[in-house]
């Protein structure tokens, strides 16, 4: 079973390491071999199963995935006014600007014209929406896109979060153009009692700081928990608190199956009906599935649910519980119910935590008291997930253990079940529900105290860097030796295995070299200048919620994954929200040695000197001069942005941030020896009020690099723009179809790298 389920896995991650799905014929292909390794059956039973059981996950997956590609709209349709009609399938998320809503479609128009409907839909609708219930038929006109997130190292793979919910379109709705053609459907009853709970929740719980934790506790909604809390759920390493998953789902089947049990017991004629044992597991797996429900049926609690009823149906059959072939099954079931989980982290490190707890407990000689246990599950659970917390979000919080320690008996014995308590009160006893919520909070406004003074009083974090891909295969082996049980032969040797992880870094910059990299930051700029031992961040991109900027969301987790713990120094070329966005959430994270910015106001908590014509410095043999703006002038706006010229021994990169016409001709006469360049970052994204003919012509750049988002509104860049660098003989390059793109400087010709390109994936759209 173990060995079976492993390979049917490593078929399915064949297939997600593809950059392109094989075609039907080349898929079908695979068919013989099933048919052999049913003939290698006499000579070698293992292989045989191993063959077929790779062959079925890879033929498995590219049935469930080739078909979800082919979904969506066509290129031809982006951006064009369409008639799209389908239900609201989830509940909406409300946020500042806009209302975000699923949508599951039946029917697409455009010019009176049907064409096929693009399955499952992400609408937003800006502006005064209207109270969205889910199980409403509307008639919308939208204009939609494919699925396209912004693409780089260390950042959030938006495209495969769509791909792996089966959404194929992203969009919005043109406000005054809806039909509602039903306010109730019998569609999607389970989420329409869902959005009746929650807005029970809210009405009972008011303006209660837990509110929004509580509400995520009960419905797995987590859009009312705030950025603070937020802030201090990741320092404590006590996110999954409020993810309902595999912990919930095993404390409210753990609570019922030891009351039923307890309780059943008490009556003679229904243990001689039903065994106590039974009846028990057959509660907590209803009990179970009801709370699965109430959080939706989402991924987590699928796999937790999955994993809960085989460890029960092992119970109720009596059958010896074998921890290795429980996991192994409901990995299988998972796995045949949705080869696209492994996309998720989420599916690794629940597998793997239950792993490490099998591993790590079982067989153990060791002290029987609880607490003893209870830490050193904490502590396997820490130590297990260390290298895959860094590999996926460049960072391991150091005062996880002890956090959790307490923090899950308290949620799991006070929190929970008063928080389902109040819950199951809303709909069938309101009177209650409001003194049983206002208990959960209060328990959580306790914990709050304990958890906020440790983020404070303790080192948070630990990990600068996220270690290196190949090194995750010796780390797993290292982890693996110093967890063996007692008695293992020099467990201290698992260390030794570790250090390719801890000590690997990503290669950088030699002396005298200089890369640049413009990250793909949407609509915005953001560009990172590196040498052998310096870094320099020029813009920090827009701001894009409340929560989320291009510093805090690509980045710090671009510099980590470059193995970078340190900016020397920060330049802000101008006070435009897409450029200077992500500065606050950058200061934050990594420190900052120096800022130097073209904002006549410096808001932000550091101090910054003004750029001037005339600043240089050296780092590394690299030379960095600042062009614009003049000595003494006060004025802001695009045409006061700063303008840094980098030199190295293999070329040099121009960055004029957002400059116009005006800017361009100054610079023409102060400064034309020194406007010529191997790389140019567009002014002002390739706007028509920049790149003048001369300037273009003055500068004579080898690449250009537009900083432009997909598709974006105001049509960069322009077409006059890219015709203009196109005369002298440029290379065109955009973040928007490459992602993050690097240009190396040495001794030799300069190389490019575009993110996008190299770590193409097969849910990427084309």
């Keep these: 079973m173990v060995t079976g389920t492993l390979a049917f896995l490593a078929g399915i991650l064949l297939f997600h390491q593809s950059a392109v799905p094989p075609p ?60 799209l009609e389908g239900v609201v399938s989830a509940l909406p998320e409300a946020q500042a600007e806009r209302v975000r809503f699923q949508f599951d479609s039946v029917a697409l128009q455009r010019n009176g014209v049907a064409l096929a409907p693009p399955g499952r839909v992400l609408l937003s609708w800006y502006g005064s929406a209207p109270p969205l219930r889910v199980g409403q038929r509307w008639r919308l006109q939208v204009r939609l896109r494919r699925p396209h997130g912004m693409a780089n190292p260390g950042g959030f793979d938006y495209e495969r979060w769509l791909f792996q919910r089966h959404i194929r379109a992203t969009g919005y709705v043109r406000p005054h153009r809806a039909v509602l053609l039903q306010p109730q459907t019998g569609q999607f009853p389970l989420q329409q009692l869902r959005q009746r709970l929650r807005d029970r929740l809210r009405a009972d719980l008011g303006q209660r700081p837990m509110a929004g934790i509580v509400t995520a506790l009960a419905l797995g909604d987590r859009q009312g928990i705030g950025r603070d809390q937020w802030r201090v759920f990741s320092a ?37 009906w039903l065994p106590a044992p039974k009846a028990a597991a057959a509660a907590a797996l209803t009990a179970a599935t009801g709370y699965a429900a109430l959080a939706g049926f989402s ?43 492994p996309l998720a982290p989420g599916f690794w490190l629940s597998y793997g935590a239950v792993a490490l707890i099998v591993y790590g407990m079982g067989g153990r000689l060791a002290p029987t008291g609880w607490w003893w246990r209870w830490g050193r599950v904490q502590w396997l659970v820490a130590l297990g997930l260390a290298p895959l917390l860094a590999l996926w979000f460049q960072q391991v919080p150091l005062i996880a253990p002890l956090a959790n320690l307490l923090a899950v008996p308290w949620v799991t014995l006070l929190t929970v079940p008063l928080t389902l308590l109040g819950t199951v009160a809303a709909a069938l006893l309101p009177a209650a529900a409001p003194l049983l919520l206002a208990a959960a909070c209060h328990t959580l406004d306790i914990l709050w105290w304990f958890l906020s003074h440790l983020a404070v009083l303790l080192p948070q974090r630990w990990g600068a860097f996220a270690p290196l891909p190949w090194t995750m295969v010796p780390a797993l082996v290292g982890l693996a030796w110093l967890l063996a049980p007692r008695g293992w032969p020099s467990r201290w040797l698992g260390m030794l295995w570790l250090l390719p992880a801890l000590l690997a870094r990503p290669p950088g910059p030699a002396p005298g070299e200089m890369w640049l990299t413009l990250l793909d930051v949407g609509q915005g700029l953001a560009a990172v200048v590196r040498t052998a031992g310096h870094t320099l961040v020029f813009d920090t991109g827009p701001r894009y919620s409340d929560q989320l900027d291009a510093g805090n969301a690509v980045i710090v987790p671009f510099l980590r994954s470059r193995g970078i713990g340190e900016v020397d120094t920060l330049l802000v070329s101008h006070g435009d929200m897409d450029h200077i966005g992500g500065a606050a959430s950058l200061l934050a994270s990594i420190p900052v040695g120096h800022i130097v910015t073209g904002v006549r106001r410096w808001r932000l908590r550091q101090p910054a000197q003004s750029c001037r014509a005339g600043m240089a410095w050296h780092w590394d043999g690299v030379l960095f001069q600042m062009l614009y703006p003049p000595p003494g002038d006060g004025s802001g706006g695009n045409d006061r942005s700063c303008v840094l010229r980098v030199s190295a021994a293999g070329g040099s990169v121009l960055l004029p941030g957002d400059i116009e016409w005006p800017a361009e001709e100054e610079l023409l ?18 706007s028509n009020t920049s790149s003048t003919l001369s300037f273009v012509t003055a500068v004579a750049p080898r690449y250009v690099v537009f900083a432009v988002g997909y598709r974006n509104r105001y049509g960069f860049p322009a077409r006059r723009v890219v015709a203009r660098y196109r005369a002298v003989g440029a290379r065109l390059l955009d973040t928007a179809s490459g992602g993050a793109t690097t240009i190396r400087f040495g001794a030799g010709q300069p190389t490019v790298e575009r993110y996008r390109q190299r770590s193409h994936h097969y849910w990427y759209a084309e």
């Design 299 to 341: 991924v987590p609690t699928q796999r937790a649910l999955i994993m809960l009823a085989v460890a029960l149906a092992a119970l109720w059959w009596q059958r010896p519980l074998r921890p290795a072939r429980t996991l192994a099954l409901a990995l299988l079931l998972v796995l045949l119910a949705d080869p696209l989980a």
């Design 236 to 272: 404590t390493g006590t996110t999954h608190l409020v993810a309902i998953s595999g912990l919930h789902i095993g404390i409210v089947a753990g609570l019922v199956l030891f009351l039923v049990r307890w309780g059943w017991a008490w009556s003679q004629r229904l243990a001689l």
């Design 669 to 686: 006469r102060t400064a034309p020896q020194r406007l010529r360049s191997t790389a140019l970052v567009a002014p002002h994204h390739g």
């Design 24 to 83: 039907w014929w080349a898929a079908g292909a695979a068919v013989p071999l099933l048919a052999l390794a049913w003939r290698l059956r006499p000579v070698g039973r293992r292989p045989a199963l191993m063959v077929a059981a790779v062959t079925a996950g890879y033929l498995w997956t590219w049935g469930c995935a080739v078909p979800l590609l082919h979904a969506g709209v066509p290129a031809a349709l982006e951006g064009r006014d369409l008639w």
